[in-house]
RNA sequence: GCCCACGUAGCUCAGUGGAUAGAGCACCGGUUUCCUAAACCGGGUGUCGCAGGUUCGAUUCCUGCCGUGGGUACCA
């Protein structure tokens, strides 16, 4: 439909040059008697032109009513201030069944940005605990993205991107080690800031099991310290695939050591004079790259900080030839990116290829109380916990359904108990209906056909028409804007559409043409869910 | 102090430079001889945090203030 509009427009601009230069948009009015698109055109006009809105509206319409097919709109309308409002055919909308229906399950992806290839970042925690719930809502949001990169025509690879060395998994090692010695019969002291959860007693217990007293002596830096890594990250592993979600690669951040990619970025900055060194530690010149304050990037320790193995993870990605590179993280590492990119743009890079993305955090309720989560002190509820608790379906939707910027306020007690009141068993309902209603049909020998889809001109018939024709473009621009929550909006005022002609037209007992073409309109409804469901990584049921 | 995000119905949250600001939950009532009642229909509440400014038009953009969360390290 918006092709056909943008088409008349591009041949209206031959009779109306002012129509050249402007860029015409048309959109869905909140008000369904407002026609199917409106566009503003005319009033944008008005300042340019010194003309008023409504005149300009009448030349416009005038100029379209030569052009316009009456097969395609069979109403041009101006309303309110200088609104020009379109009202589409009944048969015309109902040409969208047959492209579903041809399409399948490939209806809604585009190739606008085929050939190209994204990398998005996410989840990244460090392997000291398991996956919190926190860290659920990242997981979820990127895996979804990248799912919707992937529906535009990109190639993604999704990344986890950790580190296992440093202060943090050395108290990880040494928490094991107490533990396992105090398993042994020893007094132990076990600090406060030591990891406190009881997965650490798992470990230290099953290393017990294995060796005995034999690794009294080891460091802690060996094998508790390896062993707690390679258990924690299992477990890492099968909680995120219990939610489906499956990396590509997971970037340790020793291996930019090691392959000396921590030094080049150090020499690039020391021979373009961007770093100095000072207090004996290596400062960044960021306040000549339009930052605040000069930043330390080397301890005087030796140690870098977290700045300079992040620009040489982000030079290694930019070397790896991504066209877009999606970094996400939750609002507590938002002051960290701008100094990264700094250097990275410092460096040559096309920083413009970095998608920053940052959401909010989510705040836990429990008995009507905010719970401060914290791995360390083992005050957290486990996103592995939780997805037994509700499922993998409630939980990714329940993460991607509000807007990554608003923080999400997360009941627990309201989740396990109201668990079936969730959004999302109304889509997956919808879906499971029109199942059980092709089933039927079936056994009732109605066959679909696509013969007499003019037959679909109730108004729940045509809004539901409207809504599926809208999908594609949907995908493309909340995938632009990199605004996921909108794909489960969408979803939502779709299964609301499809439920009231649910109630309203039977298919059933209807005159056989009719019904056929019902059909047709139900499968093509079924597909829209279903793949819109694909998106957000939740199953679509036959049965329910 | 300074930086970022948020502040919309009782609660959780959508939404928009435009035509009457919405949904779910909660509450009350109705709908099933008929494809799944996990549904549908009806009933109502808003100084869109406050105050200015820009605009033909602001809840939306800008500024200030207030509130909440996060950040502000030679932690990540």
């Known amino acids: 439909m918006k092709n056909y509009l943008n088409r008349i427009f591009a041949q209206a601009a031959k009779k109306l040059a002012y129509l050249k230069e402007a860029s015409v948009i048309f959109n869905v009015p909140a008000q369904s008697d ?28 005038d100029v379209l009513k030569e052009i316009i097919d009456d ?4 109403k041009i309308q101006i309303a309110g201030p200088g609104f020009i ?16 229906l041809n399409q399948k399950e490939e209806y809604g992806k585009s190739k606008k940005y085929h050939g190209k290839k994204a990398n998005v970042e996410f989840v990244s925690a460090n392997p000291t605990g398991p996956l919190t719930v926190g860290h659920g809502r990242n997981a979820v ?14 190639e993604v690879d999704r990344e986890y991107y950790f580190n296992n060395a440093g202060r943090q998994m050395r108290i990880l090692g040494d928490s094991v080690k107490k533990r396992y010695l105090e398993l042994l019969g020893e007094d132990i002291d076990f600090p406060e800031e030591y990891y406190q959860g009881e997965y650490i007693k798992e470990i230290a217990e099953e290393l017990k099991k294995e060796f005995g007293d034999k690794l009294k002596g080891e460091s802690e830096e060996g094998i508790f310290k390896e ?19 499956k990396m590509k690669s997971f970037f340790n951040e020793n291996d930019l050591y090691e392959e000396k990619k921590i030094d080049e970025v150090l020499e690039y900055f020391e021979q373009n004079e961007l770093s100095y060194k000072d207090d004996g530690a290596v400062w960044l010149k960021l306040s000549e790259l339009g930052i605040e304050k000069d930043k330390v990037i080397v301890k005087s320790t030796g140690e870098p900080t977290y700045r300079l193995p992040d ?10 030839g991504y066209d877009l590179i999606v970094d996400l993280f939750g609002s507590d590492h938002a002051a960290t990116y701008p100094d990264v990119l700094a250097g990275l743009k410092a460096m040559g890079f096309d920083v413009d290829k970095i998608k920053v993305l940052i959401h909010q955090f989510v705040t836990i309720m429990e008995k009507g109380q ?20 509700v499922g993998s379906d409630v939980v990714r939707y329940f993460f991607i359904m509000r807007s990554i910027s608003s923080h999400l306020n997360f009941d627990i007690d309201l989740a396990k108990k109201h668990s079936e009141e969730n959004p999302v068993f109304y889509l997956q309902y919808a879906h499971a209906r029109i199942s059980s209603i092709l089933k039927m049909a079936e056994e009732e020998n109605i066959v679909l056909s696509v013969e007499n889809l003019e037959l679909l001109n109730t108004d729940a018939e045509q809004k539901l028409l409207k809504k599926i024709s809208l999908f594609e473009e949907e995908v493309l621009i909340n995938t632009e804007n990199f605004e996921p929550h909108k794909i489960a909006n969408y979803l939502e005022e779709l299964a609301a559409l499809f439920h009231k002609f649910y109630t309203e037209c039977r298919i059933v007992g209807s005159p056989q043409e009719l ?20 998106i957000l990584g939740v199953s679509a049921p036959e049965k329910m």
């Open 515 to 534: 019904a056929q073409a019902r059909i047709a309109l139900a499968v093509a409804v079924k597909t829209v869910i279903k793949n819109g469901l694909t």
């Open 71 to 74: 097969k395609v709109i069979e």
């Open 311 to 320: 620009i040489a993870y982000h030079k290694d990605k930019f070397e790896r």
């Open 370 to 389: 905010t719970i401060k989560m914290s791995t360390r002190k083992a005050n957290y509820i486990t996103l592995e916990e939780l997805v037994n608790e």
């Open 34 to 61: 407002h026609g199917d698109f409106a566009t503003n055109i005319a009033m944008t006009l008005t300042k340019k032109l010194k003309r008023n809105p409504k005149e300009i509206a009448q030349e416009i319409c």
């Open 141 to 154: 949001i990127g895996d979804t993205v990248a799912n919707m990169l992937e529906w535009v025509g990109y």
């Open 85 to 100: 409002n379109f009202y589409f055919t009944p048969e015309y909308a109902a040409q969208i069944v047959k492209v579903i």
């Open 227 to 245: 062993r707690a890594e390679k258990i924690i990250f299992e477990d890492i592993s099968k909680t995120l695939e219990s939610i489906s979600i």
